[in-house]
């Protein structure tokens, strides 16, 4: 990739309206724009972090034996009346006519569509346990859309269901889902607690929430001597107290804030109920099947990883889902040809490496071209001038770090290989 074809979306001036840290650098290093309340264009810098996030949910998914499908944005009524959430879910739930009239939303989460899906394709329990997922947008008309993708009204989230004959197997699954959870949030690289949370209207009565520690985040975690945690929203049930500082006192417990990225749900038989999903077991008897349902805010995720980690520059992606894993700076090689060519070879050498890496060509002075990648946050920042070239060396700079070191072709080679 280079610099001088690829639209970078960078900017210098301070957004008005934003509340956040992470708002305010998604939108100067040019992850995103906004184009109406809650809604967001990814930009070519902001889908690369999306892709990659992505990417890592399904190889975690695909690891553990669930399958990626793709389900319809539009729901029709009708699934959601036998649910009975058309009328429980209120105003988040936005709702549309066609042409006939007939009533739809827009898909907020997907329990009736799948449960729907699987009872017309179900017919021994010998099928059991499924276990499918889809990464798709999501629309919830948030009464108060902020903190640009963090709550915004149509997002991207990762939804896995699986249904089982009984619950030592749906419980078996909850574990399985569990830590291959935890395998997604120590591959993203960020500091994340599991806590015991509330069911909210998805359902079910057990329920675990995945958060990303960072300040700004809008719910408060509770954690004992054992990092065994609980959203404040169980706790004054637990605790049968509303004051958050009595209960911490009282339980020696830990405060945290964190933001909400991943949730998991024991729904039990809530939906195949309603829903007349059930099965036949060896026995003979029937069964409603037992379910559960797994979700991660995937486009939120690249919010909350900004908010942990940034500093004065910019953004400071950990190496997981960073959009380039290095970037290769070249001082004036539109004037100097012996500058663009060495500048060229390192770029080249380093593709054949397999390095995600942008060559930035762009006829504009050092200065803007560093803070750009500062804003951006590539970990790894290599710089090519006349020095360089008559040396065959290159200048690095780790992104974060003060240092600036000068290194050989062969300790580049090493360094990129580590
Ligand atoms: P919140 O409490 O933040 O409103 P929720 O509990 O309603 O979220 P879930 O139904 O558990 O959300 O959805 C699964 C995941 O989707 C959440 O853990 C969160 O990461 C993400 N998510 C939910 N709502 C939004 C939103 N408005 N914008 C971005 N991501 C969201
Ligand atoms: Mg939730």
């Not at 017919?123 to 059991?128: A, E, I, M, P």
């Given at each position: 990739m280079k610099a001088s074809k690829?639209?970078?979306?960078?900017?210098k001036n301070e957004p008005s309206n934003v509340e956040v840290t992470s708002h305010k650098l998604m939108i100067k290093a040019g992850l995103i724009r906004q184009q109406s309340s809650g809604q967001y264009n990814f930009l070519p810098i902001g889908y690369r972090v999306l892709n990659k996030i992505e990417n890592i949910i399904r190889e975690e998914m695909n690891k553990i034996g669930s399958s990626e499908i793709l389900m319809p944005s539009v729901q029709p009524s009708e699934l959601w009346k036998e649910s009975g959430r058309?009328?429980?879910?209120?105003?988040?739930l936005l709702r549309l006519k066609d042409r006939h009239e007939r009533e739809y939303c827009l898909g907020p989460t997907f329990e009736e569509v799948i449960t729907d899906l699987v009872r017309k394709d179900l017919?021994?329990?010998?099928?059991?346990p499924i276990n499918l997922y889809q990464i798709s947008s999501k629309f919830r008309d948030e009464i108060r859309p902020r903190f640009g993708i963090m709550r915004a009204r149509e997002f991207i989230m990762k939804d896995a269901y699986s249904f089982h004959l009984d619950t030592e197997c749906l419980d078996k699954w909850y574990e399985i889902y569990k830590k291959a959870y935890e395998n997604i949030f120590e591959r993203l690289q960020l500091e994340y607690t599991m806590v015991d949370a509330d069911s909210g209207?998805?359902?079910?009565n057990i329920s675990n929430e995945f958060h990303v520690i960072?300040?700004?985040?809008e719910d408060d975690l509770l954690i004992d001597d054992n990092g065994i945690g609980v959203n404040f929203e169980i706790a004054k049930t637990k605790y049968k107290s509303n004051d958050i500082n009595k209960i911490i006192k009282e339980n020696k417990l830990t405060h945290k804030k964190g933001i909400e990225v991943g949730h998991i749900f024991k729904l039990g038989d809530k939906y195949s109920k309603a829903m007349g999903l059930c099965i036949a077991n060896s026995d003979s008897k029937t069964c409603h099947i037992e379910m559960g349902c797994y979700g991660i805010g995937v486009s939120r995720i690249i919010a909350a990883a900004i908010e942990q980690n940034h500093d004065e520059n910019g953004i400071v992606w950990p190496?997981?889902?960073?959009?380039?894993e290095f970037v290769l700076v070249e001082i004036d090689g539109h004037k100097n040809n012996n500058v663009r060519q060495f500048a060229d070879k390192i770029y080249k050498d380093l593709l054949k490496k397999n390095i995600e890496i942008i060559f930035d060509?762009?006829?504009?002075k050092l200065g803007n071209k560093l803070n750009d990648w500062e804003l951006i946050g590539i970990p790894n920042i290599l710089i090519i001038g006349k020095s360089e070239s008559e040396n065959q060396s290159v200048t690095y700079k780790k992104r974060g770090g003060k240092n600036k070191n000068n290194l050989s072709i062969s300790e580049l080679m090493n360094l990129v290989q580590s």
């Open positions: 690829y639209p970078l979306f960078t900017q058309w009328d429980s879910y209120g105003s988040e017919n021994s329990y010998k099928q059991l209207n998805i359902g079910g960072a300040d700004t985040g190496m997981s889902i960073t959009p380039f060509d762009r006829e504009t």
